[in-house]
């Protein structure tokens, strides 16, 4: 099937690779170059091209294969079969019902790339053949190329990355709420679609909570554990994309997702001032003052082996409201570097009468660069025994920050970069995700 040749309006300035044959290019026509892209004048002008792509149809009744039953391989839902029998019994309003359980747990049907066989027949993406840039995607784009690609002062790792090797920055997307602290409620604003909040508005006071209930959890956990099954299928198992002129394409090999379920302890334990100076270089300056420095030591529940003492500190944030979808979504770059030093003489933190004992229930999926972390978390309880333990429900998404720094150089540089294409697939993982619960 012939697939037709458009150009996307870049947010990235590329070369074509010099083996490709000749041709005329196109003046391309921007409002201003991107942020990354300012310093290469010369690479402004040069075309990026790529296949026109679509967006897979997404919600209830999309393609009959996709809405087929829960999966039987009960070893994918490990946090969906330990929920006790009451809450089993007692699903509040914001999870599926058993009429819509297999909407909701729907994979969309990938649609084929048209060329001139389409419903509409002969075909281009605009006036000027060039994709538009997306609002949100370039917002993301200049926010982690300014804190990520230009920053050289620490490393940049893989998703998942140990701070065992020193001090490196990490991205990550947390599902959750913009809160309005006047109110204590999910900011309202008269806004229908999804947007980039402006943290600098004196004029809102507000938070991000990063929670969700039990339902919700399940039927995220029962998502992403049918993700699993699916990108493992053979080709050919699933369903054929049908044509509008009657041909089809046989469904091919997918990338495989993989899973792992873990469960460890943490720990978290005040770093006294006079132990700041054994932290990197690196991290000092990012210290705040206002907060206190903690500790994370982590260890595994079932045998007690210490995994991690790690220092955290989150360098910036980009709030994204989603007033359509469940949830709203965070961005943030965050440092981490490990704590070599002896934590038995460190003070644990007490807040509110509870140690920070926090017990993590953790399902974490692999796809590509990027990493789901779904986890249960269940805090300890007061030290006079009034309170129970709390239990909360989270759930991010992690990008390379490794792949976004080797991207956003190649940018930099006007060489051909896949910078939008890793980002634009951050940021769908998160609004696939978001948009699997069903807003309330």
């Known amino acids: 099937m012939q697939i037709s040749e458009v150009k996307r309006e870049a947010s990235s300035a590329t070369i074509e690779s010099t083996s490709a044959a000749p041709r005329a290019k196109k003046r391309r026509r921007r409002e201003e170059p991107p942020i990354f892209a300012r310093s290469v004048h010369h690479a402004t002008n040069e075309s990026l091209r790529a ?28 946090l969906a079969t330990q929920l006790d029998a009451s809450a089993q019994a007692n699903k509040d309003s914001a999870g599926p019902s058993s009429s819509s359980d297999t909407s909701i747990l729907a994979l969309p049907l990938a649609q084929p790339r048209l060329a001139d066989d389409g419903p509409l027949g002969p075909w281009e993406p605009s006036i000027t053949n060039i994709i538009p840039y997306e609002e949100v995607t370039r917002a993301v784009m200049d926010f982690l190329f300014m804190e990520v690609v230009e920053r050289r002062d620490v490393g940049a790792g893989p998703t998942g990355a140990s701070a065992s090797h020193g001090a490196h920055l990490e991205i990550e997307a947390k599902l959750g709420h ?29 938070a991000f909570r990063s929670s969700m209930t039990e339902s919700q959890h399940r039927v995220l956990n029962q998502y992403l554990n049918k993700a699993v099954v699916h990108s493992k299928q053979l080709p050919g198992s699933t369903p054929t994309s049908a044509h509008a002129n009657g041909t089809s394409t046989p469904s091919k090999a ?24 054994s932290l990197p270089l690196s991290v000092r300056p990012a210290l705040n003052n206002r907060h206190r420095t903690r500790v994370r030591v982590t260890t595994d529940q079932k045998t007690g082996e210490p995994l991690a003492q790690i220092v955290k500190i989150r360098l910036a944030d980009l709030d994204v409201y989603s007033p359509r979808t469940a949830f709203d979504w965070r961005l943030s770059v965050n440092l981490e570097t490990a704590f070599d030093g002896d934590v038995s003489h460190l003070i644990e933190i007490v807040e509110n009468g509870r140690r ?3 017990l993590k229930d953790r399902m974490t999926y692999k796809h590509l660069a990027y990493q789901i972390d779904l986890t249960q978390v269940t805090m300890a309880s007061d030290d006079q025994g009034t309170a129970k333990p709390g239990r909360e429900h989270e759930l991010e998404v992690e990008v390379s920050a490794e792949r976004i720094r080797e991207q956003g150089l190649l940018a930099k540089t006007g060489q051909v970069t896949q910078y939008e294409d890793l980002i634009k697939g951050f940021i769908d993982n998160v609004r696939t995700l978001a948009r699997v619960v069903h807003p309330t």
């Not at 999309?62 to 391989?73: E, Q, V, Y």
């Not at 008269?190 to 006071?205: A, L, Y």
């Open 51 to 78: 296949s026109s792509r679509r967006q897979p149809a997404a919600g209830p009744g999309t393609g009959g294969a996709s809405t087929s039953a829960k999966s039987d391989n009960k070893d994918l839902q490990p």
């Open 178 to 206: 913009l809160i309005d602290k006047n109110t204590n409620e999910r900011v309202r604003l008269p806004i229908s679609t999804e947007c980039v909040f402006n943290q600098k508005d004196g004029s809102w006071r507000t």
């Open 254 to 277: 997918r990338i495989p997702m993989d899973y792992v379920h873990t469960r460890e302890r943490d720990r978290f334990y005040d770093l006294p001032a006079a132990q700041l100076p």
């Open 356 to 358: 920070s004992e926090r």
